[in-house]
């Protein structure tokens, strides 16, 4: 169906920046939303930014400013940019992708990409 990798994560120092990507590959034509979410060793995955399929985009307020997502359509991928990190942004983070589903009741169906570890020292 689909499938999802990021990368770019790593070591970062507070002020710095980093740029994610998370690679998709399967069934990539019924991808409706992609986005982003963040998660802390013992804390609930949380949203960080999401796009649309034509483009929309929402952001958490804490990112808002310095975080930007875009896709490159060609590529089939998805990026973070990380601008201005904190060591609040160390986590966790997750490619997700939602497909579109018919089968009642019509929902998404979420798939999510391994994860990769963002670390922002002080």
Not at 47 to 57: E, N, P, R
Not at 58 to 68: E, L, M, P
Not at 108 to 115: A, I, K, N, R, V
Request: hydrophobic share 35%; with cysteine; net charge positive.
């Amino acid at each position: 169906q689909v499938q999802l990798a990021e990368s770019g994560g790593g070591l970062v120092q507070a002020g710095g920046s980093l740029r994610l990507s998370c690679a998709a590959s399967g069934s990539i034509f019924s991808i409706s939303i992609m986005g982003w979410y963040a998660q802390a060793p013992g804390k609930q995955r949380e949203l960080v930014a999401t796009i649309t399929s034509d483009g929309t985009t929402n952001y958490a307020d804490s990112v808002k400013g310095r975080f930007t997502i875009s896709r490159d359509n060609g590529k089939n991928t998805l990026f973070l940019q990380m601008n201005s990190l904190k060591p609040e942004d160390t986590a966790v983070y997750y490619c997700n992708a939602r497909q579109w589903t018919f089968k009642p009741p019509p929902r998404w169906l979420d798939y999510w990409g391994q994860g990769t570890q963002v670390t922002v020292s002080s």
